[in-house]
């Protein structure tokens, strides 16, 4: 008698588990041919001697005295210090909200607040700064953790929201002072200070110009559509620069004799016009990914365009550019820096004269480096969020 | 809390809910529908049958307005189509309609796919539409996929949805164009046992499909479209046992 012997398996088996091993682990990835080894030993020696050349440089040959001594130059330019409070005042603020909203939505603005406790506590550790900066970045610290187990227990929801729509008002308020506190002209903001200001004003407001001008490019509307398609093109046939130096020379003349605005805001106003025909161009690809059967199942529900628009059209459109939007944000940080060549003092700018001061001769590696990393830093914090952010929203899975 | 709308009167004798008259539309210089005039009566169930290309997807979307039409007349529920965009989102609220690639949002969850137009079109409060909906869910058999994202869904789980999204709005008439035809056929069951049971609840409604055992159990009336315009009209019994037109016969011949 012929009997078949099935073996019982399990329906599901478990993939295999590969041990790690560093040898093995070594083996299989630098040495597992000749040529590889020959690569993985010259690459070490060029890694080995171009590491020890750059720390023996920022460890022993470099003089940071230049950075510390003008530290505050460059953070906030000529900034009166007696004011300084103020902006101290804001960063607090920003760190309460922060801490708050780490620990109510939890993610992506945990890590961010995680890295700006890490940013108070370095500042705080500096060995050259004054005792009060040391108490003020303390503080910093102190504030984001009470916020962050305050979030997770207060039901404040609504009230952190709000604090940060009336964040923007209240620091320019701050910064400013306009003669109810001792009023601060905006050509004495300098510094890091500045570029924060110049970048964030107009990532502000470029981005819903640019939705709008977006959606205008899209209206069936001719005039809406032709004003739309002729701003975003003339912008963009033009460079940054004349840009900026339309708007420090020709804005006034347009303007007239009543509305004067001094030169930090037109350079405001010049990036954000600039910046919000880019962001168009970005939305537009977004708005264009848009399969027509969303417009179709919209109309077919009875939604009118603007409620069509807001809930489902843009929602998607916007998730689909992140990536190209943060882009665009982080060239917007990078090309404040622009802002020099029209007589504003930002982070580079302070560096660069600060640089030619004779007592600081042949010192300029020092102050770009510092200026270099403070740059990186803040660009890797907005493309590291991009991708969290990427991430929760599920952009390309759902 | 769902309206049925089953009334004792016999069909033939009921008032008509949609009235087409010389409806007449062009592609360019394609004559797409070409003088169809077709009346359906409220709780009718009236499915549309016709080769590809035939023009019956063009004429279900001229009923709500996603396919212009120029020349001819349009009557939903009263409202006669113009191009006012009020008398466009009057019709569009009474009438649902369910589409071949399902069209769900694919940024919200089940149950806000389905809230979002009763909240901001009808402008009906918050719990209500919640209780609404999960009702609806329940009866197209998946209250347990409420808070998935339609992505994490099969096909006719989310036609199924879409079914839920559109009764939602308690339309008066629903339409539906192909519902079945992107599916796996496992998955076609699924969704023609919730049209039916609609169907039995009184709902008007105007289909558009190939499957004809649906065309022939549920039907009160079926139109063959051809080449833009309608060939013949009957139940499904004179349509499938007696057909009198010899495109239909052709058509019949080449499907069954």
Redesign the interface.
């Given at each position: 008698m012929n009997q078949i012997q099935y073996e019982k398996k399990p329906l599901i088996e478990k993939p295999p588990k590969k041990k790690v091993n560093i040898l093995e682990w070594l083996k299989d990835n630098l040495f597992s041919s000749w040529i590889n080894t020959l690569f993985t030993i010259g690459l070490g020696i060029l890694v080995f001697f171009v590491l020890k050349g750059t720390l023996t440089w920022v460890f022993f040959s470099a003089d940071w005295s230049v950075v510390s001594d003008n530290f505050k130059l460059l953070l906030t330019g000529q900034y009166p210090i007696v004011e300084l409070w103020r902006v101290w005042v804001c960063i607090l603020l920003v760190s309460i909200l922060l801490g708050f909203s780490g620990g109510i939505w939890n993610g992506t603005i945990t890590h961010l607040s995680i890295f700006l406790t890490v940013l108070f506590l370095i500042s705080g550790l500096l060995p050259f700064v004054s005792i009060e900066s040391r108490i003020w970045n303390f503080t910093g610290v102190v504030l984001l953790v009470a916020g962050y187990y305050g979030g997770k227990k207060l039901p404040i929801k609504k009230t952190i929201l709000l604090g940060w729509f009336l964040l923007f008002p209240i620091t320019i308020f701050l910064l400013n002072g306009f003669d109810i506190l001792t009023k601060v002209g905006t050509n004495l903001c300098g510094g890091f200070l500045l570029t924060l200001l110049l970048a964030i004003v107009s990532i502000v407001f470029s981005f819903p110009i640019g939705v709008l001008l977006a959606l205008g490019r899209r209206s069936k509307l001719p005039v809406v559509k032709y004003f739309c398609i002729g701003y975003i093109e003339f912008i963009r046939g033009i460079p940054l620069i004349t840009i900026l130096f339309v708007a420090q020379i020709m804005l006034p003349l347009f303007l007239g004799q009543g509305l004067e605005f001094n030169n930090v805001v037109r350079a405001m106003i010049g990036m954000t016009l600039f910046n919000a025909a880019y962001l168009a161009e970005n939305v537009r690809g977004g708005l264009q990914s848009i399969p027509r059967?969303?417009f179709?199942?919209s109309?077919?529900?009875?939604?009118?365009s603007s409620?069509m628009t807001f809930?489902?059209i843009l929602?998607?459109a916007l998730?689909t550019v992140i990536p190209a939007m943060v882009g665009q944000f982080i060239a917007i940080f990078k090309d404040t820096s622009l802002v020099t060549i029209v007589g504003l003092i930002d982070i580079l700018g302070m560096a660069k004269t600060i640089s030619q001061n004779p007592e600081y001769l042949g010192k300029q590696m020092e102050l770009f480096l510092f200026v270099a990393a403070i740059f990186f830093v803040f660009c890797y914090m907005l493309s590291y969020s991009s991708r969290r952010i990427e991430n929760s929203?599920?952009v390309g899975?759902? | 809390m769902l309206e049925e709308f089953n009334d004792s009167t016999p069909l033939a004798e009921r008032e008509n809910i949609i009235e087409c008259k010389n409806l007449n539309k062009w592609f360019g210089d394609l004559h797409v529908l070409k003088n169809v005039n077709l009346n359906v009566k409220k709780g009718e169930v009236l499915v549309v049958l016709g080769p590809s290309g035939s023009g019956k997807s063009t004429f279900i979307r001229t009923l709500n307005a996603l396919e212009e039409i120029q020349e001819g007349t349009i009557t939903v529920d009263g409202t006669t189509l113009s191009n006012d965009t009020s008398d466009i989102e009057t019709i569009r609220k009474e009438t649902g309609m369910v589409f071949q690639q399902f069209n769900l949002f694919p940024h919200m969850t089940i149950l806000k796919n389905i809230m979002l137009a009763p909240i901001w079109v009808r402008k009906w409060p918050k719990d209500k539409v919640e209780k609404i909906a999960l009702e609806l869910l329940e009866r197209v058999g998946i209250p347990e996929q409420a808070n998935k994202y339609p992505g994490q869904l099969s096909g006719g789980q989310q036609q199924r949805v879409a079914i839920a999204r559109a009764l939602a709005m308690q339309p008066k008439i629903m339409l539906f164009d192909e519902p079945t035809s992107a599916l796996d056929p496992e998955m076609i069951k699924e969704v023609l046992d919730v049209m039916k049971e609609l169907a039995k609840t009184g709902m008007t409604m105007v289909v558009v499909t190939h499957e004809m055992n649906f065309a022939r159990e549920v039907a009160d009336r079926i139109v063959l479209f051809d080449f833009g315009e309608i060939i013949e009209t009957g139940t499904p019994s004179e349509l499938f046992d007696n057909p009198q037109h010899d495109r239909t016969k052709l058509f019949l011949s080449q499907i069954l």
């Open positions: 059967g969303q179709e199942a109309h077919a529900l009875g939604f009118n409620l809930f489902i929602p998607q998730r929203l599920g899975k759902r | -």
